[in-house]
T-cell receptor
Framework: GAVVSQHPSRVICKSGTSVKIECRSL??????MFWYRQFPKQSLMLMAT?????????EQGVEKDKFLINHASLTLSTLTVTSAHPEDSSFYIC???????????FGSGTRLTVV | QKEVEQNSGPLSVPEGAIASLNCTYS??????FFWYRQYSGKSPELIMS????GDKEDGRFTAQLNKASQYVSLLIRDSQPSDSATYLC????????????FGQGTELSVKP
């Protein structure tokens, strides 16, 4: 139980285009979803906290107009990387904290490559 | 000071030995602490969670928490080559909306 499904697992896009990443909570309601980014050999850096029905809270240094987060339902949160550039290439991971689980559950991650 | 700090390693131990991983954190109000294991290219997987001072054991893993010293550790007994991975310490920053903040991770290598 308490699975977070993340899609796509890999995406390659051209510079200047936008990419949408979806995270769904399959068997629980996620009122809050966290979005992380991980560069090679580095740790997970929290980008933003997504709250169902309200605006996301972005961490310092994260451009909210570039990384659009939508959390329109209790089971779905999306991250859209707009006007992607090669420096946006990274591993993006979402996370939620189901009440039934003693920790945070992570999606399987999305490897974004911008060419 | 980083919010959550770990030795980046790499830490190398022989098979069968005890691996000791350490983590310190800055927020005295933190209540929840987690150890995750991450294999290259994969998402983190939860190994242990600990909420109270003292030791918590689960199989070959023991988490230790000392809130007064703002210190949490993970011991892996009888280390196996399959334990080779990056271990991430994560702290729930309760006073910051429940954000989970990660340390930079410690790369563990268990040599056969």
């Amino acid at each position: 139980g308490a699975v977070v499904s993340q899609h796509p697992s890999r995406v390659i896009c051209k510079s200047g285009t936008s990419v949408k990443i979806e995270c769904r909570s399959l068997d629980f309601q996620a009122t809050t979803m966290f979005w992380y980014r991980q560069f090679p050999k580095q740790s997970l850096m929290l980008m933003a906290t997504s709250n169902e029905g309200s605006k996301a809270t972005y961490e310092q240094g994260v451009e909210k107009d570039k990384f659009l987060i939508n959390h329109a339902s209790l089971t779905l949160s999306t991250l859209t990387v707009t006007s992607a550039h090669p420096e946006d290439s990274s591993f993006y991971i979402c996370s939620a904290r189901p009440k039934e689980v003693g920790g945070y559950t992570f999606g399987s991650g999305t490897r974004l490559t911008v060419v | 000071q980083k919010e959550v700090e770990q030795n980046s390693g790499p830490l190398s131990v022989p098979e069968g030995a005890i691996a000791s991983l350490n983590c310190t954190y800055s927020d005295r109000g933190s209540q929840s602490f987690f150890w995750y294991r991450q294999y290259s290219g994969k998402s983190p997987e939860l190994i242990m969670s600990i909420y109270s001072n003292g030791d918590k054991e689960d199989g070959r893993f023991t988490a230790q928490l000392n809130k007064a010293s703002q210190y949490v550790s993970l011991l892996i007994r009888d280390s196996q080559p399959s334990d080779s991975a990056t271990y991430l310490c994560a702290v729930n920053f309760y006073n910051q909306g429940g954000k989970l903040i990660f340390g930079q991770g410690t790369e563990l290598s268990v040599k056969p």
